[in-house]
């Protein structure tokens, strides 16, 4: 199973990922709640496809950015 670790916060978070839409974010209604000043509500959604393995990650316009392996990706743009 794969496992996503949050680092850079006042205490590291590590969550075993499900097959499809995970959100992220400091709002109890995310599947991973992360109660941190520096994540943003409704933070970043990761999703895990079941065919193949392969996964997703989407910033969801946070104020801090979303980053993976330090590198910063791209917001979603609203439409």
């Not at 974010?25 to 409704?42: K, L």
């Amino acid at each position: 199973m794969l496992r996503y670790i949050l680092r850079g916060t006042n205490q590291p978070f590590e969550y075993e990922l499900h097959t499809g839409l995970n959100t992220v974010g400091r709002n109890p209604e995310n599947h991973f709640r992360i109660p941190e000043a520096s994540v943003s509500s409704f933070h970043a959604e990761i999703t895990v496809l079941e065919s193949d393995g392969s996964v997703t990650v989407r910033d969801l316009q946070s104020t801090n950015g979303t980053f993976i392996n330090e590198a910063q990706i791209a917001p979603e743009k609203e439409t």
